[in-house]
């Protein structure tokens, strides 16, 4: 039995051998090179960047926009510019946060904007929304005008046309054709017109000399009727002082009856009031 000692250690020795030379070629984690992994790493980063990039340069191309700036009217810079410029889709929108979503619709054609939008693209974008809520604003000059003759008679108007000089000479012409039969209001055209007259002279100086002109309140609508009512133009009241009862009486005789010579009403009325020298008359 002793004899066999020097075997079994031989083959202990072997097997521990074998096992140590096993475990050697394996790699242990404490051994490993952090600049091989943080390489790795890296080089992983950059091919996602380098992928996402290519999508999105592919989404880009894939959406081109259907209007480019050019076809965009710049954004008015003046006062002439904001007068003359047409209303937008939305101009009149109560509110354009509660158009969210035809707004939306509306921008389609000028694309998505890119993450890293251009100056260009930034321009296009602004334009766009411009024009959908640009705003119908009056002319300047045609408000002076309203304000000028609203202030009609004020000394301090620079124009001197709108001051009253001596006399103060005022015609009405009076639309009595068959079209003032039309609703409006609780009642008729001729109706509202009558009232409004009404209004005007009850406003207009005691001294002031008024006149009534009257047109289409003859014969009808009828073809056969056009050439009698078309000439049928007068003048049924003054130039007098305003008699407010003998004006209503003049007036409230008319209704609505034939055609509508409106432009041969205001030549008479011109010619009627060429007679005042307009240095001395305000007319």
Not at 243 to 267: C, H, I, R, V, Y
Request: charged share 30%; net charge negative.
């Amino acid at each position: 039995m002793m004899k066999l000692k020097p075997l079994y250690v031989l083959l202990i020795v072997l097997f521990i051998s074998g096992c140590s030379n096993s475990d050697s070629t394996k790699p242990h984690p404490e051994d490993s090179d952090p600049e091989i992994e943080n390489e790795t790493v890296t080089t992983s980063d950059q091919d996602q960047e380098e992928s996402n990039e290519t999508e999105d340069v592919k989404e880009s191309q894939d959406e081109e926009p259907e209007i480019t700036l050019e076809e965009l009217d710049p954004i008015p810079t003046n006062v002439e510019g904001l007068a003359s410029q047409s209303p937008g889709r939305f101009a009149n929108a109560d509110s354009i946060y509660d158009l969210d979503q035809e707004i939306k619709e509306a921008m389609q054609d000028v694309g998505p904007m890119s993450k890293n939008p251009t100056d260009e693209e930034y321009e296009r974008f602004l334009r766009k929304m411009y024009w959908l809520v640009a705003q119908d604003y009056p002319n300047p000059e045609d408000v002076i005008k309203k304000w000028e003759f609203a202030s009609f008679g004020n000394p301090d108007l620079p124009d001197t046309k709108f001051h009253f000089k001596e006399n103060y000479n005022v015609e009405v012409i009076l639309d009595s054709s068959g079209s003032m039969a039309n609703p409006a209001g609780n009642g008729t055209r001729m109706d509202v017109a009558k009232k409004s007259i009404k209004e005007f002279l009850s406003e207009v100086p005691e001294e002031a000399n008024v006149s009534l002109r009257v047109y289409g309140h003859k014969g009808t609508g009828a073809d056969s009727d056009k050439e009698m009512s078309c000439n049928a133009i007068e003048q049924v009241y003054g130039f007098n002082i305003y008699n407010e009862d003998k004006f209503k009486k003049s007036l409230n005789q008319f209704k609505p009856m034939g055609w509508t010579p409106l432009a041969d009403a205001l030549k008479q009325s011109q010619e009627a009031l060429s007679q005042f020298d307009a240095k001395k008359n305000t007319n």
